[in-house]
């Protein structure tokens, strides 16, 4: 499996315009960006994860940021916001791209939000030129862990930080959660949480800060899972029923993975050392 639009999450992203027209915000309105919070973060914990990464990395108006694997570009928008922070959004899905470039300008942040659809292994983000990092549950769709720290280490300023959300192997999987991991989830390569430390310190970081997340994930997926069954007849009249049997084939997995243990969260901050 190689591509990312199996996942259930990643189908049909323009839903989120069938969401505003609910909302009575469709059109080419001007929005705030208050008005897409509840639609336009697609990790854990919604805009209190984006807070986090603001207090983490102490994030105020003279920060520039680097969003790997900005989506919607809802953790973007919120951070510059928030603190009047510039972010660079970097999305490899040229639909997910395009939506979130079209969000922002209604929401009249394109001066402190910067687009741009690309890799970040091919070394799509520009070199040297954040003091931070941000990522939310991204990194889990790229295995080669070497050229994907390198890159980050590259596109920061010596001292930079990041701040970054990521599934971890908490024990043994079964083949089956390889699979369903893999399939659903676009998640072909799981390390330890030791595993991880040493890859992000082979690139030239101090690891500040981790947080097992794994107990607020699962509570996160499973109230995710029963409020969206709970509204299963509206979300299937907006969306329609293909949009919404793949979101529930994807929320289903998760909980599914979650349950036993053996899938881990973490929230990882790390300093690239001075002069690297």
Avoid at 148 to 165: N, Q
Avoid at 183 to 190: A, G, H, M, S, T
Wanted: charged residues 25%; contains cysteine; hydrophobic residues 40%.
């Amino acid at each position: 499996m190689s591509d990312i639009k199996a996942m259930g999450l990643y189908r049909n992203v323009e839903r989120i315009l069938a969401d505003l027209d609910a909302s009575g915000l469709g059109g080419d309105n001007a929005l705030r960006v208050d008005d897409l919070t509840p639609f336009d973060q697609y990790h854990y914990e919604n805009t209190a994860a984006v807070d986090d990464a603001i207090d983490a990395l102490a994030i105020g108006p003279e920060s520039h940021i680097l969003d790997i694997g900005s989506g919607l570009g809802g953790p973007s928008r919120y951070l510059a916001d928030r603190t009047g922070a510039r972010v660079t959004a970097l999305e490899l899905q040229p639909d997910l791209h395009a939506t979130a470039s079209s969000l922002t300008s209604r929401c009249e942040l394109d001066e402190w939000v910067t687009h741009i659809n690309g890799d970040i292994l091919a070394g799509a983000a520009p070199e040297h030129a954040f003091e931070g990092i941000v990522s939310m549950l991204c990194f889990l769709h790229i295995p080669d862990r070497e050229t994907l720290f390198e890159r980050c280490a590259r596109a920061l300023k010596p001292g930079g930080s990041m701040f970054i959300d990521d599934y971890v192997e908490r024990g043994e999987l079964t083949d089956h959660e390889r699979t369903l991991l893999a399939e659903k989830v676009f998640c072909p390569y799981l390390p330890t949480l030791s595993e991880y430390v040493g890859q992000v310190e082979h690139a030239g970081f101090v690891v500040t800060q981790t947080i097992d997340k794994t107990d607020e994930w699962t509570r996160f997926a499973n109230d995710r899972l029963e409020q969206f069954r709970e509204r299963h007849d509206e979300l299937t009249t907006r969306y329609g029923d293909e949009t919404v049997a793949a979101l529930d084939e994807f929320y289903a997995a998760i909980v599914e993975l979650f349950s036993h243990g053996r899938l881990g969260g973490v929230r990882l901050t790390a300093r690239l050392v001075e002069g690297d």
